[in-house]
């Protein structure tokens, strides 16, 4: 079965200072990895995303580090603030095998004010 | 711009019964995923309708169905309902095929007693 490994399961980062959440993945065919932003009581919502042919995207006080020879990709959350306290998941699509994304486990976020 | 729009929010079922979950996507979106989500298994792909097929199917058993009308929006139905269909349902939405820029909704909470 296709896999998606996330770590931490949780985390914990004082205001301004730099969340890191990890991801590695097994099928070399996936082409397209997104990161998801969740709330209590609301749906996933898209933080990010990222191909594989660059290595590193970056939108605001988020970037996606992306190491295609080790199968590993990050998030990274710059200046992390109150109101990033979320879980947040990685996700993997191969577009060939159908449509549908592969998730990670998740990584239940909190940012100390 | 009104979101992808799920009801009901919260259910409450008998082990055995079945329901039935609506999805309304996007205006212009005419591909529809839906998602099962629980705190053992994390995110789970059940299926993706574009233009009113299924174009894509997980790892669900056959009580698990779904169609899409043709204004694209969606119904997945359960059928002889077990404790462990106990989730959170979660519909996506998205212009073209595949993956890509999912919308989310914030789901239907299935419980199952």
């Known amino acids: 079965q296709q896999q998606v490994k996330q770590s931490p399961q949780s985390l914990i980062v004082q205001k301004g200072g730099i969340s890191i959440i990890n991801c590695a993945y097994e099928?070399?065919?996936?082409?397209?990895f997104p990161w998801y932003q969740q709330f209590p009581g609301k749906g996933p919502a898209l933080l990010i995303a990222?191909?594989?042919?660059?290595s590193e995207k970056k939108e605001g006080r988020f970037t996606i580090s992306f190491n295609k020879s080790a199968k590993q990709f990050s998030l990274h959350i710059m200046d992390s603030q109150p109101g990033d306290s979320a879980t947040y998941f990685c996700?993997?699509?191969?577009?060939?095998?159908?449509?549908?994304?592969?998730f990670g486990g998740g990584t239940r976020l909190m940012v100390k004010p | 711009k009104a979101g992808v729009t799920q009801t009901p929010r919260y259910l409450i079922k008998t082990r055995g019964q079945q329901v039935t979950l609506s999805c309304s996507p996007i205006?212009?979106?005419?591909?529809v995923s839906w998602y099962q989500q629980t705190p053992g298994q994390g995110l789970q792909f059940l299926f993706e309708?574009?233009?009113?097929?299924?174009?894509n199917k997980g790892n669900f058993p056959g009580r698990f169905s779904g169609r899409q009308f043709s204004n694209s929006r969606s119904e997945m139905n359960v059928s002889t309902l077990e404790l462990g269909d106990s989730a959170l349902y979660l519909c996506?939405?998205?212009?073209?095929?595949?993956?890509?820029?999912?919308?989310f909704g914030s789901g239907t909470r299935l419980t199952v007693v």
């Open positions: 996506a939405s998205t212009r073209e095929q595949g993956a890509y820029g999912y919308t």
């Open positions: 099928n070399t065919a996936f082409d397209y």
């Open positions: 990222i191909r594989p042919d660059v």
């Open positions: 996700a993997a699509l191969d577009n060939n095998a159908g449509n549908m994304l592969t």
């Open positions: 205006s212009g979106h005419r591909s």
């Open positions: 309708y574009f233009s009113e097929t299924q174009r």
